[in-house]
């Protein structure tokens, strides 16, 4: 168990719907990244967070957005769905906030679009 | 092409063998290098964290990074069934803010 949770562990919608992912990072860890993982893609980043600020950004689509709140846990919400969204979508988090250090993951979410 | 290449395998092993994992890079900025296990389904556990050139170990793994020639490797010594796994190779460099490659991932079967 790595310490990060992830919220809820499978997704099911249809397209057009919209979908928030939850994070909570492991305790004492500032930084919070999202993945995305696809058979065709891969392990891709999207978004980092540290300490309620975005930091770095990789191949999020416009219809994604994410954010950091005061307690660190983060959101990852997902609009106008697509059935080439269905992926497991990951968190990570680590201690620093120039991402210099171990990266944790989550139990992951799988998103299945209808 | 892509920044960090790795054979997607499959990668059949008796028990007991050597498991030689690797992966290549193209951009010369990447400083950390990591090796994580996904199960099937599961998150990726980190396995080994390394900077810049050399060898490191932990237990059974074996990590080793070659930044000459853009290369890494992993091994798994005295390889168990409960290896089976996906290996997935992540780099990342100074500037990129954690910003993580990853390759594409090696399935590993280790056979009893």
């Known amino acids: 168990d790595s310490g990060v949770t992830q919220t809820p562990k499978h997704l099911i919608t249809a397209t057009g719907q919209r979908v928030t992912l939850r994070c909570s990072p492991r305790?004492?860890?500032?930084?919070v990244y999202w993945y995305q993982q696809s058979l065709d893609q891969g392990l891709q980043f999207l978004i980092q967070?540290?300490?309620?600020?975005?930091?770095a950004k990789g191949n999020i689509l416009e219809r994604f957005s994410a954010q950091q709140f005061p307690d660190l846990h983060s959101e990852l919400n997902l609009s106008s769905l697509e059935l080439g969204d269905s992926a497991l979508y990951f968190c990570?988090?680590?201690?620093?906030?120039?991402?210099?250090?171990?990266?944790?993951f989550g139990p992951g979410t799988r998103l299945t679009v209808l | 092409q892509k920044e960090v290449e790795q054979d997607p395998g499959p990668l059949s092993v008796p028990e007991g063998a050597i498991v030689s994992l690797n992966c290549t890079y193209s951009n010369s900025a990447f400083q950390y290098f990591m090796w994580y296990r996904q199960y099937s389904r599961k998150g990726p556990e980190l396995l080994m964290y390394?900077?810049?050139?050399g060898n490191k170990e932990d237990g059974r793994f074996t990590a080793q990074v070659d930044k000459s020639s853009k290369y890494i490797s992993l091994f798994i010594r005295d390889s168990q069934p409960s290896d089976s796994a996906t290996y997935l190779c992540?780099?990342?460099?100074?500037?990129?803010?954690?910003?993580?490659?990853f390759g594409a991932g090696t399935q590993v079967v280790v056979t009893p």
């Open positions: 967070y540290y300490n309620g600020e975005e930091r």
């Open positions: 390394t900077y810049s050139s």
């Open positions: 305790s004492g860890d500032l930084s």
């Open positions: 992540a780099m990342s460099g100074i500037d990129s803010w954690g910003k993580l490659q």
């Open positions: 990570a988090s680590s201690a620093g906030g120039q991402g210099i250090g171990e990266q944790f």
